[in-house]
């Protein structure tokens, strides 16, 4: 990806037009405790003690459903010497309420840990109602975790007017600060954060992003289950991140970084297999770790491969999370104008996956459709070119991408979709997407040439790319040529603002889906994180049965009222916890 994106930045400098590089356990029983605050249990003298511990790496939820969440923390053990050993499980008791001082407690889960999953502790607590805010916390002997909020989604069956979310991607920690995080952090009305992939990065110190105070640990490339895990750690130490978990429910997905870059089902581009062994080993290791410190359900208790997954929020959308990284994709193309991309053989999510989201998206009677994916699914052209046969004609608004990484490089995976969407005339379908460090909107066509495309039929979908939260898009003067010369040749692109981060606020009523492109005023001052720069907030929607993007004549969302506002703000945290 890095390679591909100086390609780009050299294209631009040269004259040319455009090509874009993208980014370089436990268990659990529901019951009906009441306790406000449970003691521990006194040990019998047949019993080891329970151990001290602290809860560095904060709290977290995700996944929810209208009847459950995951809710996630990890322990860090006190007092533990080599010879005394790890112990062999922890017990850990979850506790949820609908108030923050756990006066009106509503479930206790009893569960445990150990080292096989690295001290981190994950239940799915079940049995809670539809569309409800909850507190929760964890305790282990008289150790008290901080106090996290998450909501389960509406009930399938149920009129929803409002949803209300954030979606980010691409942060890396040797680039800057989270700012975008504090501020997600400090909003206080999101009904969940998207995060698109790349929560973190696979490089060593001074490989990519050197932002003093800001080195990655382990400090050499992780490959082991040991630098994994530790990379893991070191972002959940990190005070603002902790800080939107502890907000929000997240629903995540990996993208390449979690692994290694420009990862595929059966290699990487950033993986040597003479120095850095098996690329199946290292993959398994990448998916069990993500499993384990992030809060994502898994299929089964041994299934640490399959991401893709399905929610339902009310009657209002559905939204597909799809795996477009590690579950199906075929070796990426090299070459540039490759032809081969548009091979019906070539993949980028496998039949069951793609059979999977068609069923979906037909299935669904949600009044929008959600689409959650890595990399970018809009044509991106440098050219428009001649066809001659009827598959170039079909194809023909791929004919002079550049991008192999992302859906250009699977001309005929994208095909599959819009023509499904075309034939069962499925509509209100958005694309929400990461990796690339640049802000997108787009309008979906088949063929969206300017010279020889559809422009005048109805488009079949739209897509909005969020900016990274650290990650660097272009530099000063090509970033202002993208934004200039993009449009031009691909006039299904509606906007594009290619170095600044931040994240969408999207914003979903059953008349539009409107999209709030916010920028971070800086990344790299420990005291302007959290601060947004107004002078380039964008705003772009689209309206119920039609995919065509507006601009004008937008304002800017309007808050949560108080029946989503009950939220508790983070603690300020000091510069030696958030560096």
């Known amino acids: 990806m890095d390679q591909q ?5 050299q294209a631009l400098a040269a004259g040319g037009t455009v090509s874009l590089a993208g980014c370089g356990g436990g268990s659990s029983s529901s019951g009906g405790g009441t306790a406000e605050n449970p003691s521990p249990s006194q040990p019998s003298p047949q019993e080891p003690a329970v151990p001290r511990v602290r809860f560095e790496h904060g ?37 949820l309420a609908r108030d923050l001082a756990f006066n009106q407690p509503v479930t206790r889960l009893e569960t445990s840990t150990s080292a096989a999953t690295d001290y981190c502790v994950k239940v799915d607590a079940d049995g809670l109602e539809a569309g409800r805010w909850y507190y929760y916390r964890f305790q282990v002997g008289d150790r008290v975790s901080p106090v996290g909020r998450t909501r389960t989604l509406p009930a399938a069956n149920r009129f929803v007017d409002r949803a209300r979310f954030a979606v980010v991607s691409c942060a890396n920690i040797s680039h800057g600060y989270f700012s975008v995080y504090k501020t997600l952090a400090e909003h206080g009305d999101l009904d969940f954060v998207l995060h698109l992939g790349d929560y973190l990065y696979e490089y060593g110190i001074g490989e990519y992003g050197d ?75 990448a998916q069990r770790v ?54 019906p053989d070539r993949h980028l999510i496998s039949d069951t996956q793609m059979q999977w989201l068609l069923d979906g998206l037909s299935d669904s009677t ?42 250009d490089g699977y001309a005929a995976d994208r095909q599959t979709i819009l023509d499904h969407l075309d034939d069962n005339g499925i509509d209100n379908v958005v694309v929400l997407t990461g990796d690339i460090h640049t802000s997108w909107a787009s309008e979906i066509y ?31 003067g090509a970033a202002e040529l993208a934004g200039v010369v993009i449009p031009v040749v691909n006039p299904h692109i509606r906007y594009v603002e290619a170095k600044s981060r931040g994240f969408i606020l999207v914003d979903v009523t059953r008349q539009r889906a409107q999209a709030e492109f916010y920028y971070a005023r800086d990344i790299e001052s420990f005291d302007l994180r959290g601060q947004i720069d107004d002078r380039k907030t964008k705003l772009v929607a689209v309206y119920d049965g039609d995919s065509r993007l507006r601009e004008e004549g937008l304002r800017p969302s309007r808050p949560r009222t108080l029946r989503t506002a009950l939220w508790h703000p983070p603690v300020p945290a000091t510069r030696e916890e958030t560096a």
Request: hydrophobic content about 35%.
């Open 366 to 407: 949600a009044k929008w459709r959600f689409i959650g994916q890595q990399v970018m699914f809009a044509q991106l052209n440098i050219a428009e070119l001649p066809t001659l046969t009827e598959d170039q004609v079909r194809l023909r608004g791929n004919l002079s991408a550049i991008n192999m990484d992302q859906w």
């Open 211 to 285: 932002v003093p105070d800001r080195d990655p640990d382990p400090p050499h490339e992780m490959v082991t289950l040991d630098d994994y895990r530790r990379r893991h750690a070191q972002y959940k130490g990190d005070a603002d991140l902790r800080a939107v978990h502890a907000q929000y429910p997240m629903i995540c997905v990996w993208d390449d970084h979690e692994s290694a870059n420009d990862s595929y089902r059966d290699g990487a581009e950033n993986h040597q297999p003479a120095s850095e062994g098996d690329w199946r080993e290292r993959k398994a290791i």
């Open 446 to 476: 088949r063929n969206p040439s300017s010279l020889l495309g559809d422009l005048f039929d109805a488009p079949l979908a739209a897509e909005f790319v969020t900016p990274a939260v650290t990650s660097p898009g272009f530099p000063d």
């Open 5 to 9: 994106r100086r390609r780009l930045v």
């Open 290 to 343: 993500y499993f384990e410190w992030m809060p994502v359900r898994e299929r089964n208790p041994d299934d640490f491969a399959t991401l893709y997954r399905r929610f339902r929020f009310g009657d209002l959308l559905d939204l597909h999370m799809l795996d477009t990284r590690l579950e199906g994709r075929d070796e990426p193309l090299t070459v540039p104008l490759d032809p081969a991309r548009n091979d």
């Open 59 to 95: 709290v977290a939820s995700g996944d929810p459903l209208a009847d459950r969440v995951i809710l996630w923390t990890r322990l860090t053990l006190e007092n533990t010497t080599p010879e005394e050993g790890a112990p062999a499980s922890v017990p850990v008791t979850v506790t």
